[in-house]
């Protein structure tokens, strides 16, 4: 079982900046393409980012282009989400997932694509 926990969450000010946390697996932590997701209460869970296994390659949901960065370090098993100008729209758990793949360069969109969850993270934006 691989476990995923997030950290970094919080509130903040609308335009604010906010960069949350994903520690994964140790020695095989590049060996899963990885991305966020958020959820906001009683809507559905939807897409925000991914990056592939060798971070060359992400993706992002266009509601969120320019202002998020998605980054990963394999050396510190961890990744990354940078939020800039940050909105209350964007007020959501967020939560990282890790897939296994053997493809370096391809990132996945679709949250049944991943396999392993952490339990996430709160983001609150107050306007």
């Known amino acids: 079982q691989v476990q995923l926990e997030e950290s970094g969450g919080g509130l903040v000010q609308a335009g604010g900046s906010l960069r949350i946390s994903c520690a994964g697996p140790?020695?095989?932590?590049?060996?899963?393409?990885l991305g966020w997701f958020r959820q906001a209460p009683g809507q559905e869970r939807e897409f925000v980012a991914a990056?592939?296994?060798?971070?060359?390659?992400?993706h992002y949901r266009d509601s969120v282009k320019g202002r998020f960065t998605i980054s990963r370090d394999n050396d510190k098993n961890t990744v990354y989400l940078q939020m800039n100008s940050l909105k209350p729209e964007d007020t959501a758990v967020y939560s990282c997932?890790?897939?296994?793949?053997?493809?370096?360069?391809?990132?996945?969109?679709?949250?049944?694509?991943?396999?392993?969850w952490g339990q996430g993270t709160q983001v609150t934006v107050s306007s």
């Open positions: 990056i592939s296994r060798n971070g060359g390659n992400t």
């Open positions: 997932a890790a897939t296994r793949t053997s493809s370096m360069t391809y990132y996945y969109r679709v949250d049944y694509q991943y396999t392993y």
């Open positions: 140790g020695r095989t932590f590049g060996s899963y393409a």
